[in-house]
């Protein structure tokens, strides 16, 4: 049972235009979420988070946005680089017993063509 | 740059020898995790610790697996009997001590464990 899902496996971009990542949850408990970057031979490395008192997040060229009641967020890089190609690992949160052990769904391949 | 280190970086073995893994967390960070992430999923949570305490273990942590951090610094996974489907990245992350904030982890590059 995926709590967190990212159903597009892969997702091509020239370079210049919009990235957009998409992102289902089905917990209603989630209360924060996070996207994560993930190059080959490397750990993820953390990206940018929203809260669920948010709906929308902005860090330089990334936004995020939670639309609570679709139980939906995205991501979006704004312009693509050809650096930001890259898997993108969307997970969730629940508040309790101060673990925040995420829920990770299975990421969204990026590639960005110059 | 002190981030999460793991190693080895890279473990082959047979099936049925017993491995173990290492992680060295950011030293003021008092929360550690492990995970294993296998081939187009994402990593899936396996145990935490905060300081030197086991406080979750997932279900996916079967009795072969088995997780320490004394003195609440570094930490190590050992598998007990390795079978094939423990071939996976194991990964190491830890986050910082406090309860608002943001809930980010520092992950470690992980050792990929090939069980033959």
């Known amino acids: 049972d995926q709590q967190v899902k990212q159903n597009s496996p892969s997702l091509s971009v020239q370079e210049g235009r919009i990235s957009i990542l998409n992102c289902d949850y089905t917990?209603?408990?989630?209360?924060?979420f996070l996207w994560y970057k993930k190059y080959p031979a490397e750990g993820p490395t953390f990206l940018i988070s929203?809260?669920?008192?948010?709906d929308k997040n902005e860090d330089g060229r990334f936004t995020v946005f939670l639309n609570k009641s679709a139980k939906h967020l995205s991501l979006h890089i704004v312009p693509s680089q050809p650096g930001d190609s890259a898997v993108y690992f969307c997970?969730?949160?629940?508040?309790?017993?101060?673990?925040?052990?995420?829920?990770f769904g299975r990421g969204t391949s990026l590639i960005v063509h110059p | 740059d002190t981030g999460v280190s793991q190693n080895p970086r890279h473990k082959i073995t047979k099936r049925g020898q017993n491995v173990t893994f290492r992680c060295d967390p950011i030293?003021?960070?008092?929360?550690l995790y492990w995970y294993r992430q296998t081939l187009g999923q994402g990593p899936e949570f396996l145990t935490y610790?905060?300081?030197?305490?086991?406080?979750?273990k997932s279900r996916l942590l079967s009795d072969r697996f088995s997780a320490e951090r004394p003195k609440g610094s570094f930490s190590t996974l050992e598998i007990q009997r390795t079978e094939q489907g423990d071939s996976a990245m194991y990964l190491c992350?830890?986050?910082?001590?406090?309860?608002?904030?943001?809930?980010?982890?520092?992950f470690g590059p992980g050792t990929r464990l090939t069980v033959t």
């Open positions: 929203i809260s669920s008192i948010k």
């Open positions: 997970a969730a949160s629940a508040r309790g017993g101060g673990s925040y052990i995420p829920t």
């Open positions: 992350a830890s986050s910082p001590p406090g309860t608002s904030g943001s809930r980010e982890q520092y």
């Open positions: 030293s003021e960070h008092n929360r």
């Open positions: 610790f905060q300081n030197e305490a086991q406080l979750e």
């Open positions: 917990n209603s408990m989630f209360d924060y």
